[in-house]
């Protein structure tokens, strides 16, 4: 039983950004840089549809010091196994949790994104990047313009 039966799932988190579903050629795709100044978690969900013949996916997070990406530079430990068609991993999923603790706000970096490589052969791939237990709440009010409807 959860403490507090009256809020909606959506209050608690929000779609700050995502890669909407598409055949990806081989190369990368970006989410937009995220703040994480209204957040003290983030949950990337990597989606991998059908992968090409011999394709590969990886996905990352990635900090930078400015929403521009100024200083861009890998988070440490948020990388996904490479996802491939030879090992069976079409039509799967795989998660990345991120605190807000494990960015390196010592020297300034303040801002996410959530990138897909998409090696050898175009393949279908998504993503959605959620930022949950937000400063201010209800955290739908952050949601990306791209969210076009919430039902409670």
Not at 63 to 79: L, P, Y
Not at 101 to 115: I, K, P, Q, W
């Amino acid at each position: 039983m959860t403490a507090f039966p009256n809020i909606l799932p959506s209050d608690r988190l929000a779609i700050v950004a995502a890669i909407s579903p598409v055949s990806q050629a081989a190369g990368a795709v970006s989410t937009g840089w995220i703040s994480m100044q209204n957040w003290r978690s983030l949950l990337a969900i990597v989606q991998a549809g059908v992968l090409g013949a011999a394709a590969t996916l990886d996905a990352k997070l990635e900090q930078a010091t400015s929403a521009a990406g100024a200083g861009a530079k890998d988070i440490a430990g948020k990388v996904v196994t490479q996802l491939t068609q030879v090992g069976a991993d079409s039509n799967k999923q795989a998660i990345v949790n991120l605190r807000q603790v494990e960015l390196d706000f010592a020297n300034g970096y303040s801002h996410v994104r959530l990138t897909l490589t998409i090696g050898t052969q175009a393949s279908l791939v998504s993503a959605v990047l959620l930022g949950l237990d937000a400063r201010y709440n209800p955290a739908s009010d952050s949601d990306a313009a791209t969210v076009d409807e919430i039902v409670a």
